[in-house]
């Protein structure tokens, strides 16, 4: 077992999770790396190893409370109970994604195109689960950890979704905006305890996730970027690497001894901006 404290991170093999377990070793925690593909973790935990610090990977699906469970019981084993859970894993997938941003008459009866009214309930469900569920499941599961102990927290991952809904990805912006509201419940809920509970909006970031959505098959942008990137006042998407002030703020247990219950946005000012 470590004798570092311990930061759980979900959806760790992701492009920003992944940037973000690689800070909290650099920060001295021991860090276990939960991914559906383990592979991707374990390629991260070898990372973090060869740079000094430690970690370790394991294969998990968020949306499986008993593999969850299984998880954990390894988890300690290894390194000890969790100090820090970061909950990062969800994303969009095509299913759950509409074809134009505008409904226009006679769409009701189109079947080449994802429309509103062709949207599958599964691919609807999935989405929303993973993002609402994939936090609420870890967090029962290694929030236990954390009851009276001290300068423990929570870090969800939300989203500029979560603040105004985006065109064409319904289940996505639904399931981004109840993290945040989930967020704030969970921060009163543990208020007495001392585990704070927080969230980080990333505005921008390409990512493999949405790399349809943004890019072309030849790499030129799609007219979605050139939307994204026309909102946001510093015109640019952000580098991974720009999420990790906020989340050393957010898991300082002395920098933010009073902060529960908040969302940072991390977006380039897209957030702030009226669009006049």
């Given at each position: ?36 593909n383990?592979?991707?973790?374990e ?24 593999v969850?469970?299984?998880v ?13 859970l ?20 006679g ?28 936090v ?35 289940a996505?912006?639904a ?37 349809a ?21 510093m015109?640019r ?24 219950g ?12 009226s669009?006049?």
């Amino acid at each position: 077992m470590s004798k570092k404290k311990v930061c759980v991170v979900t959806g760790a093999g992701g492009v920003l999770m992944s940037c973000m377990a690689k800070e909290m070793a650099r920060c001295g925690y021991a860090v276990a790396l939960l991914d559906l593909n383990k592979d991707a973790a374990e390629a991260v935990a070898e990372e973090i190893r060869k740079n000094g610090g430690e970690a370790k990977a394991y294969g998990a699906n968020v949306l499986e409370i008993d593999v969850l469970n299984a998880v954990h019981e390894q988890v300690l084993s290894d390194l000890g109970p969790c100090s820090v859970l970061l909950n990062g894993a969800g994303g969009n997938n095509p299913r759950a994604t509409t074809g134009k941003e505008y409904y226009e008459l006679g769409d009701e009866a189109r079947e080449d195109i994802k429309t509103f009214f062709n949207l599958e309930k599964s691919g609807f469900d999935f989405v929303f689960n993973l993002n609402i569920m994939g936090v609420l499941l870890p967090t029962q599961v290694f929030a236990k950890d954390m009851v009276g102990r001290e300068e423990c927290s929570i870090v969800n991952i939300s989203s500029m979704n979560a603040y105004t809904p985006l065109t064409k990805i319904p289940a996505y912006s639904a399931a981004k905006a109840a993290v945040s509201n989930f967020t704030e419940w969970l921060a009163v809920h543990f208020s007495k305890v001392g585990i704070r509970v927080n969230a980080i909006a990333p505005g921008f970031f390409s990512t493999a996730q949405n790399k349809a959505l943004l890019w072309n098959a030849d790499g030129t942008p799609t007219a979605r970027t050139g939307k994204i990137l026309a909102a946001t006042p510093m015109g640019r998407f952000g580098e991974p690497e720009e999420l990790l002030g906020a989340l050393r703020y957010l898991t300082d247990a002395n920098a933010a001894s009073f902060v529960t219950g908040v969302c940072i946005p991390v977006d380039g000012g897209f957030h702030a901006y009226s669009g006049v």
